[in-house]
């Protein structure tokens, strides 16, 4: 069996059409329950954090950049949009292909109305920092769960190269408008968290800086806007720093030109059929050309480690990127320590490997995760009560998290998704093997990243209804 994601039903193709782009307005209760084995070949939708990075690189460089396999989720949707109103020419030329033609670095229009970015905080930080080398002003907002999420360790630094907040919500909070700056600085600037947003946003504004932008993080974080900025022409050099760091360099003021990416399958949506098909007896599942970049495989490395049968083949790359076939089989899963410098990995993962140590045999003890405490939700005791409903043993300790895993998993719990998408996925993974039925108190939100989640793990043959 071949699955591709279907279509949107949504018109994306009149981006400049001042629409929301969310339809998850009313909430969409699911019930998963026990099903037979999965099996089957399927490809996920494009990998998100590509996709965004993409557009924006494509709406910043001269020339034209044509995008294959763009996950068309309403999270990068909204990036597209955003680029169009900020003057690119943005058009989706068919399934999962898109056309930018770009305005060149700090090229950006001053936009007529707010940029709004729905659920997505990586769109939202990265062009914050685009349009904080920009000498325009810019208002940026969002839903009401985007809206409580901190903005101000994104300001911090950009402030620093010369934007200026000019309105906000308290702590930094959207809605917000930057001013950017007319002559940006460029800088030397330490993460305080491994975070490749933060470091993102300072390097997409310091394309627009004269001289030397320097990013340094203590533990290393996602590469992609890095290799990407190199394929686009920047000359942007990235050195070990520390034992677990780097020193990334980018010149500024570079001519970036238009590209060909071709986008991999996300290894983050990848994880929620991996660890379906690890959990369900019999089950035989084969993914397509996954991300297999190391700083992104986090979650496989743990999985193997807890004995799960992961295959890799038709490994080949693009724009930098590896990308792999996996071949995953059901497995008998037992429980480990995830070290904390593990966690920028695989830090979106954390919550379907939470399902896994459920029905591992053993205790799993997840390490070092105060960045879930940032994300669509208080991720980190979400996933505490997504467990605990269904009759899994589980402590939040500081910023661990301990799975005593069974082997099995009661279920019969409703699970609360506070808006978070990988909430409700992941809630839906664990009925898939659960001894009774876990229902999800809303499945709305699964778009933002996963389109198509529900029917493609239907089409494994998962029992959702």
Known sequence: MWYLPREPRRDVSGLSKDTNLTDSDKPTPLQSRASGPLTGKVRVPGDKSIS???????????????????????????????????????????????????????????????????????????????????????????????????????????????????????????????????????????????????????????????????????????????????????????????????????????ELHGATVVVPADPSSAAFPVVAALIVEGSDVVLSDVMTNPLRTGLFTTLREMGASIEESEIRGDAGEPMAQLRVRASKLRGVEVPPERAPSMIDEYLVLAVAASFAEGTTIMRGLQELRVKESDRLEATADMLRVNGVKVEVSGDDLIVEGRGHVPGGGTVATHMDHRIAMSALVMGCASDQPVTVDDTAFIATSFPDFIPMMRSLGAEFS
């Open 52 to 254: 965004h990075r993409a557009l924006i690189l494509g709406a910043l460089a001269v020339g034209e950049t044509r995008i294959s396999g763009l996950l068309e989720g309403e999270d990068v949707l909204n990036t597209a949009k955003s680029m169009q109103a900020l003057g690119a020419r943005v058009e989706r030329t068919g399934d999962f292909a898109w056309k930018v033609n770009g305005v060149g670095v700090a090229g950006f229009a001053e936009p007529r109305a707010a940029l709004d970015f729905g659920n997505s905080g990586t769109g939202c930080r990265l062009v914050m920092g685009a349009v904080a080398g920009c000498p325009v002003s810019a208002v940026f907002d969002g839903d009401a769960s985007l809206r409580s999420r901190p903005m101000r360790r994104i300001l911090d630094p950009l402030e620093k190269m010369g934007a200026k907040v000019v309105s906000g919500g308290e702590g930094g909070r959207l809605p917000l408008t930057v001013q950017g700056a007319r002559d940006p600085l460029p800088i030397t600037y330490k993460t305080p968290v491994a975070s490749a947003q933060i470091k993102s946003a300072v390097l997409l504004a310091g394309l627009a800086a004269p001289g030397t932008t320097t990013v340094i993080e203590t533990e290393a974080s996602r590469d992609h806007t890095e290799l990407m900025l190199k394929h686009f022409g920047a000359d942007i050099t990235s050195a070990q720093e520390g034992q677990h760091g780097r020193r990334i360099t980018l010149v500024g003021q570079p």
